[in-house]
């Protein structure tokens, strides 16, 4: 034969005048819309359930002596999904009537933007997190008194030798400075895992799409 299969189905792609093109244009098309509209409905649902989520916790909070850490939890959410939400609106005004290959690369355009922003966040967010879950603890009442001021209280009977500052042992104000300067410095990292973890089979499929439309274009 002298022409091929491959060949033939190249050149149906790329000639708008050749009868096989538009079904091929209008599969790829129609599965293009088809995983990035699962990917909406997903980080749709997901925004949701952050923010009840939220609003449960800082309820709860409340009831269990820690409303400082529901408080700041409900802050520090509200904001990350208001970031995410206005990414969402620019995800749902790109063209549908772009090409499958054009579509799918200004989808990839704006899942790089996203991710870079919420990488940039997750450095500030995981940190604050931390340090709203030591202040709800550190300030719930326990029979009169702060935790925190009891906790250093026995922690003084035991080693009265230990050195304080601003009434806190040294030693916990250390370690939990290396434990944000951690967290700070693995956040973007624990976000891409976290982002794998939920979107991960969607990227995937989006990729090979991707990979697919690209071979035969060339």
Do not use: C
Not at 61 to 81: A, D, M, N
Not at 107 to 125: D, G, V
Not at 141 to 169: K, N, Q, S, T
Not at 180 to 205: E, H, Q, S, T
Request: no cysteine; hydrophobic share 55%.
């Amino acid at each position: 034969m002298e022409r091929s299969i491959e060949n033939i189905w190249k050149e149906g792609f790329l000639k708008s005048d050749d009868l096989v093109a538009p079904k091929i244009n209008n599969l790829y098309n129609q599965k293009s819309i088809h995983i990035i509209d699962k990917f909406k409905r997903m980080f749709k649902i997901n925004l949701i359930a952050i923010v009840a989520f939220s609003f449960a916790f800082l309820v709860v909070s409340f009831f269990v002596g820690i409303p400082i850490t529901g408080v700041i939890f409900f802050v520090t959410l509200s904001v990350l999904v208001y970031i995410n939400k206005k990414l969402l609106n620019e995800l749902e005004k790109i063209d549908l009537g772009e090409s499958s290959y054009q579509y799918l690369k200004a989808f990839n355009q704006w899942k790089n933007k996203q991710l870079s922003i919420n990488m940039k966040i997750s450095r500030f967010f995981y940190p604050i997190i931390f340090l709203a879950m030591i202040f709800g603890f550190w300030f719930k009442d326990a029979e009169g008194m702060y935790l925190g001021e009891r906790l250093v209280g026995e922690i003084l009977v035991g080693f009265p030798e230990i050195y304080l500052v601003f009434g806190i042992p040294l030693i916990g104000i250390v370690i939990a400075i290396i434990i944000l300067v951690l967290l700070a410095f693995f956040g973007a990292r624990i976000y891409k895992w976290d982002l794998n973890v939920i979107y991960g089979n969607v990227f995937k499929k989006l990729e090979e799409l991707m990979t697919d439309i690209e071979s035969l274009r060339s």
